[in-house]
């Protein structure tokens, strides 16, 4: 069983950074795959940003360049470093790992971004 905190959001101006965390409660976290979702209202939730075992990362085409996905294994926990943020990345972010029979969410974090 793996169990996952979400923290870190909140409302921001456009052009503002946020840093999301999520720690886990999972022996072995080295070894998961992390993934940051997000659900706008009336919109389908979305995978942002992708880390791996080894640190590699990839990211949907509409954050390239603005988030960042990094994660410390010591501590348990990944993180999404948001900068240069639009209104349109206004959601609830969910953290996300898979096992082998269970897929594992976290709670969420609202993310405002507006004047």
């Known amino acids: 069983q793996v169990q996952l905190v979400e923290s870190g959001g909140g409302l921001v101006q456009p052009g503002g950074s946020l840093r999301l965390s999520c720690r886990a409660s999972a022996n072995f976290f080295s070894a998961y795959v992390m993934n940051w979702y997000r659900q706008a209202p009336g919109k389908q939730r979305e995978l942002v940003a992708t880390i791996n075992s080894g640190a590699s990362t990839n990211y949907a085409d509409s954050v390239k360049g603005r988030f960042t996905i990094s994660r410390d294994n010591t501590k348990n926990t990944v993180y999404l470093q948001m900068n240069s943020l639009k209104p349109e990345d206004t959601a609830v972010y969910y953290c996300?790992?898979?096992?082998?029979?269970?897929?594992?969410w976290g709670q969420g974090t609202q993310v405002t971004v507006s004047s």
């Open positions: 996300n790992t898979e096992g082998r029979y269970s897929v594992y």
